[in-house]
């Protein structure tokens, strides 16, 4: 997809702070001095002109458009809208209430900038989303297949890794990705079983129960009728647990945009997602090995 078409005036003066986007809120301020530090941050040097040195200073929207200009043909215009949309930017968020009013607050802002860039874009039937805290540009109506991060060997030791890799998530408060990296995690070791039993590889689209169908059927692990009924219930728990984790991820994680459906994931929620799956990966593991 061609990033240039958010090279647009209107786009801009978004991503700089001048449009409203939800009540009186606009993304972060960018002064001339902060834009000129931006994009020195990002491989463009630039210098901002203090007093009358005979050297004229641009446009914020210059300086803005000089940058995107730049950064397009390296593919790095997603990297630069993350940059200026994260949460940690807000400083005038702080102090507005508690942090569900300010993370109620941010996420308006957020849709609030997306819906104004696409606004510009329909015309050219494209439209921007936020799948994995990345942007992408996509067709409008043109579903997204986000693969799943491949892992070339899946061992206990890195399920047990999965505790470091949320640490920073909890601490800073962002459980959405929590959600999303235990999600991955069983995604990763179902496709690596599949794989590993087919020699195929798999063609994911990103439906966590159409992979555990598929593993658990290569795997011998569907309720059977002859089967005790202790362990068909066993089995249909594991079921409604992976089912219960990619519905909360559907309706609360980092890849989709709020809505009426979004629950609130609090830490103790977070945690327990992480360590069922965990749990779960552990014991498919467990079951492919033998």
């Not at 999600?183 to 689209?205: A, D, G």
């Not at 692990?221 to 068909?232: A, F, I, L, Y």
């Amino acid at each position: 997809m061609d990033y240039s078409l958010l090279i647009n005036r209107r786009i801009i003066d978004v991503l700089i702070g001048d449009v409203k986007l939800y009540e009186e809120f606009t993304l972060p301020y960018l002064s001339g001095p902060a834009l000129c530090q931006l994009s020195t941050s990002f491989g463009l040097p630039r210098t901002y002109s203090w007093g009358n040195r005979g050297v004229a200073n641009k446009s914020r929207w210059e300086y803005m458009q000089d940058l995107m200009r730049s950064l397009n043909p390296q593919g790095r215009i997603p990297e630069l809208l993350s940059y200026l949309m994260q949460q940690s930017r807000f400083e005038n968020l702080v102090g507005i209430g508690n942090i569900q009013k300010v993370d109620d607050t941010y996420k308006a802002i957020i849709k609030g900038a997306i819906d104004a860039i696409n606004a510009q874009l329909v015309i050219a039937r494209v439209e921007l989303r936020l799948v994995n805290k990345s942007f992408v540009l996509a067709t409008i109506g043109e579903e997204i297949v986000v693969e799943t991060p491949k892992v070339k060997i899946i061992t206990t030791q890195y399920i047990r890794e999965l505790p470091e890799r949320i640490k920073d998530d909890i601490t800073n408060k962002d459980y959405d990705s929590v959600i999303t990296k235990s999600r991955t995690l069983l995604e990763e070791v179902l496709i690596f079983i599949i794989e590993k039993m087919t020699f195929e590889r798999y063609k994911s689209n990103g439906d966590l129960v159409k992979i555990y169908q598929d593993a658990t059927d290569l795997m011998n692990m569907r309720q059977r009728g002859e089967w005790d009924k202790r362990v068909n219930e066993l089995l249909g728990g594991l079921h409604k647990i992976v089912n219960a984790i990619s519905s909360m991820r559907n309706m609360n994680s980092d890849a989709h945009g709020a809505g009426s459906s979004r629950i609130t994931i609090k830490k103790r929620e977070a945690l327990l997602v992480a360590h069922s799956s965990m749990m779960l990966a552990e014991y498919w593991l467990s079951v492919y090995e033998k």
